[in-house]
């Protein structure tokens, strides 16, 4: 068991990257999107379903499984892959970024004070207990504790977070023992190009097997995000993947995969699929407008995933107008294999240098430019 | 494509039959239990789960469906299995039920006047209206429009309930006219035995191809139940199915088989699933109790369908703490799939002449007498 990246090919054209990670034995191309089971599950969804969408490797949430049901009960399980039924890989966040969203949170060099929201009981989350809960989940691959900043950030203040980000980087790689657990360092530094490359730099000496870029999506807007990848990922090594974190629709995917991006996690396709809005080439649609009262066609005509093969959106729109909560679960599935197929059609096109091509053309479709 | 229903075998013992339904190419083995969509969809639970239970027919409420969708979008979607996603075969009730627990509902020899309880919608139900909706909704086998009394009724009102139901019996089989569709007559009568009798044998004037007992799972208890269905049962055919409808937990289907009823649907399965409640083949147990929340083992350890072969009931117990919808959805499962299970155990019981041994069996096991 081991964690391999190879770089299989790079865009002539662009800094876009297909490789292939073997984490303990499983299969993952990339770039990959990672659906996210928050609390255990990926929402409304049964997990073989989740499967059949072809995704390899899901997300879930160290801040949500310490508390509900605690790690003891997914170790005692063998691990979250077990717990969920799930028979690919698996990665958990550190439970930081839950924590900075909190009103009352207290951050400190040793680590953040906070209460848990649901049920208003007292965590002091330390580089070493995410660490420890996190070995306990048992995923494949981990997160280090990182101090992630709102948006916008003063500059003295994202200095700070760097410095503790980089110092609970270390104390999190020393606390990490467990073997078949591969843990990522986090670069962070808002939006300011030389903190990022500080900070980057900074962790490159600790060796970690993978680098994600957090402190994104947290509002900065996708001009933004676009400027946060351009200055960090030439300090990245190219030889280790590189994980967009919390990111994000699918233009944010083409972007950041363009510019050298390799995994990425989000809960818009499940949130979204909550709702009534499905994703399809020519843009988002939301299933509950009247429009689809009696429309015949599939959510996607071009979609083979299990609920456009077969149900009509005539069928769904009935389900949420009524209230089914399988409504839901059909627009999930859809959501995820569409952004599984995304990915698979971003690769394809990075291994045929033709990028640039595809990108133009799923714009031109999914914004109604044709 | 035709309705065929084949007797391959009395229990020596009781009057437990073992049949084979051919309708219109789908195999259905009886006795045969129905699980409900009542609104389009079996709640919280991708249908193809719902194939996996071994289920091969499956019940729509015609009251529900005329009103949302509306029965033209499932005649345009080529009926209630295309429009659901569903292989096999269904089964739609006149509407009539539903109605006759509304409070302001109007009943004359013409139909029944009521509000759809949910939009304020009017509707008249004649008997010809509810054939032309069930027509269109499409399904294989559907009812005659009876009328359901409550219990208690007084003798007097039964009566004249079972002279419409007649007179509706008639109507509805002058008025339909599908091809592949099958209609069958409801005996009425309430707990009266010569009002059963006499309803019963005016039916089967009419020479429906299969008949059903209507008017339980209304209040009456099982003892009552038992009682109606030994008034019915002798003078309903023996070459045609027999549908007791609505009923019910696993102990009154099976002292309902005992009495040679052939056909069941109920919503307790998906109901019970959704808040936690699962049968086992140690009786019911509420997967929400503080003792499982631990507990490693699946709902049932002799059951071998998906949520059993997947997943603990710690797991499922912390989905129902975490209120996440998926844990409704696996219940489910497991709910439909211990009722498909019941019913070939006592099939096969009843094919090798030990249905007594088996339901002595199945209570000491389910009722904790072991």
Redesign the interface.
């Known amino acids: 068991m081991s964690l391999d990246f190879q770089l299989i090919h790079k865009d002539k054209n662009t800094r876009a990257r297909a490789g292939i990670l073997k984490i303990n034995g499983i299969k993952v191309e990339t770039p990959v999107f990672m659906p996210v089971a928050t609390?255990?599950?990926?929402?409304?969804?049964?997990?073989?379903?989740v499967e059949e969408t072809g995704a390899k490797i899901i997300l879930g949430n160290t801040y949500?499984l310490h508390i509900?049901?605690g790690e003891s009960?997914i170790k005692?399980?063998k691990g979250l892959s077990k717990?969920?039924?799930w028979h690919y890989a698996t990665l958990t966040d550190s439970g930081g970024f839950q924590v900075f969203s909190l009103p009352d949170k207290k951050i400190s060099d040793e680590g953040i004070q906070f209460r848990y929201e649901k049920n208003g009981q007292k965590v002091f989350l330390t580089p070493e207990l995410s660490i420890k809960i996190q070995e306990d989940i048992g995923a494949d691959i981990i997160m280090v504790l990182d101090e992630c900043v709102e948006y916008p950030c003063e500059k003295d203040y994202a200095k700070r977070a760097v410095e503790r980000t980089i110092k609970w980087a270390k104390m999190c790689k020393d606390a990490h023992k467990k073997e078949n657990q591969y843990l990522f360092g986090i670069v962070q530094g808002s939006v300011y190009k030389d903190l990022r490359e500080y900070c980057a730099k900074e962790l490159l000496k600790l060796n970690f097997p993978g680098y994600a870029i957090g402190g994104v999506s947290v509002g900065e807007g996708l001009e933004l995000l676009k400027k946060v990848i351009e200055f960090t990922e030439p300090f990245l090594p190219e030889n280790k993947p590189r994980y967009l974190m919390g990111v994000g629709l699918p233009e944010d995917l083409i972007e950041s995969v363009e510019r050298g991006m390799d995994m990425f996690d989000c809960v818009i396709p499940t949130r979204f699929g909550r709702s009534g809005t499905v994703f399809t080439v020519r843009g988002k649609i939301r299933i509950t407008n009247k429009d689809y009262?009696?429309d015949?066609y599939p959510i996607d005509i071009s979609c083979d995933c299990?609920t456009c093969k077969?149900?009509?959106r005539?069928?769904i729109?009935?389900?949420f107008?009524?209230k089914?909560?399988?409504g839901?679960?059909?627009c999930s599935i859809h959501n995820i294999h569409f952004y599984q197929n995304l990915m698979k059609n971003i690769r394809k096109a990075i291994l045929e240098d033709i990028f640039y091509d595809f990108k133009n053309d799923f714009y031109a479709n999914y914004f109604h430019k044709l």
């Not at 609390?39 to 379903?49: C, D």
């Open positions: 609390q255990g599950a990926i929402r409304n969804t049964p997990i073989n379903l949500h509900y049901p009960l005692k399980h717990f969920l039924g009262r009696r015949m299990y077969n149900f009509t005539a069928y729109h009935h389900l107008r009524v089914e909560p399988l839901a679960t059909l």
